[in-house]
Nanobody
Framework: QVRLVESGGGLVQPGGSLRLSCVVS????????MAWYRQVPGKQRAFVVS???????NYATSVKGRFTISRDNAENTVYLQMNNLKPDDTAVYYC?????????WGQGTQVTVSS
């Protein structure tokens, strides 16, 4: 069974940075495109950024230039470096496959941007 475990969230002031990690167990991610998604209460989960097996990336307009996705296939881990965070980035962040999130969702990691 494939399991997704996200971590690295927390409370940060506007303009601050966080680095999220997503460790995948039960299956190699080396041939998968992976993505980060986020969800705020009362809204649907939204796409943030994806990375192909070859390292190609696609960013939502709202995070372009501030967020960077990367992957370490040897560690079966996907990362999300988030810089210049804004209050609108507050959400629970999840990782999953792309373009369709076919895996069972993990618990996510809460990111709160507030002064």
């Amino acid at each position: 069974q494939v399991r997704l475990v996200e971590s690295g969230g927390g409370l940060v002031q506007p303009g601050g940075s966080l680095r999220l990690s997503c460790v995948v167990s039960g299956s190699s991610i080396s041939t998968y495109a992976m993505a980060w998604y986020r969800q705020v209460p009362g809204k649907q989960r939204a796409f943030v950024v994806s990375i192909t097996s070859n390292g190609g990336t696609n960013y939502a307009t709202s995070v372009k230039g501030r967020f960077t996705i990367s992957r370490d296939n040897a560690e079966n881990t996907v990362y999300l470096q988030m810089n210049n965070l804004k209050p609108d980035d507050t959400a629970v962040y999840y990782c999953n496959r792309a373009p369709s999130p076919l895996l069972t969702w993990g618990q996510g990691t809460q990111v709160t941007v507030s002064s």
